[in-house]
């Protein structure tokens, strides 16, 4: 038991931090205001154990323009703040790039770019891919300059539209690490840190 608590601890300590998604491959809209939440858990397995932590988050996008709009997003372990540029907007596939700033308490700083592709669906309906690429920036006791990890993720959710101002979205994501700084490692190396979540999406 110690073990295990031990290693859900490091969740918090050692790289991870909120790489869900919760949204559609779309902009909101120009003036167009999105809030969301969502009750989430991170895990991650090795041979011998595995750690969850439960977190939350909850956010707004407002729509700059038809093809931007900016995100906000509050976590229990941090905090968001990203733009969203719509790149292709068809009328099965649509595509936005998200580059984005997270700051994870107490040390970490990461520069993250997904990249989320949508298939539109009747009813307004969507399924949200979202692959990302994440670089990380960790203050570490006893040494003199920032650590430097590399992580690269994968999302994939499903958008479904309950009434006219509702949806909900489950989605799974997944992170492993990239590069590491030679004696140092994340909780993800050589394995995957899952995050579940259900999102509920409100668009006005």
């Known amino acids: 038991m110690k073990r295990a608590a031990a290693i859900s601890m490091s969740l918090a300590l050692s790289g991870c931090y909120s790489f869900s998604t919760l949204g559609r491959a779309h902009t909101v809209g120009q003036h167009h205001l999105e809030v969301f939440a969502a009750p989430e858990g991170i895990l991650v397995a090795t041979s011998k154990q595995l750690a969850l932590r439960p977190i939350g988050e909850i956010g707004a996008r407002y729509g700059v323009t038809k093809d931007v709009d900016i995100e906000a997003r509050v976590t229990t372990l941090g905090g968001l703040l990203a733009a969203h540029v719509q790149i292709l907007r068809g009328d099965q596939i649509e595509m936005l790039v998200a580059p984005g700033f997270v700051f994870t308490a107490p040390d970490k700083a990461s ?94």
């Open 111 to 204: 520069f993250e770019l997904p990249l989320a592709t949508g298939i539109r669906l009747p009813h307004d309906n969507e399924i949200v891919i979202a692959p990302r690429l994440v670089y990380q920036l960790r203050a570490a006791v006893g040494v003199d300059h920032p650590l430097q990890y590399a992580f690269v993720g994968l999302s994939a959710g499903f958008a479904w539209r309950i009434v006219k101002h509702l949806s909900l979205m489950p989605e799974v994501a997944t992170l492993g690490q990239l590069y590491a700084p030679p004696g140092f490692a994340s909780n993800v190396a050589g394995t995957l840190g899952i995050q579940l979540a259900v999102g509920v999406l409100l668009d006005f």
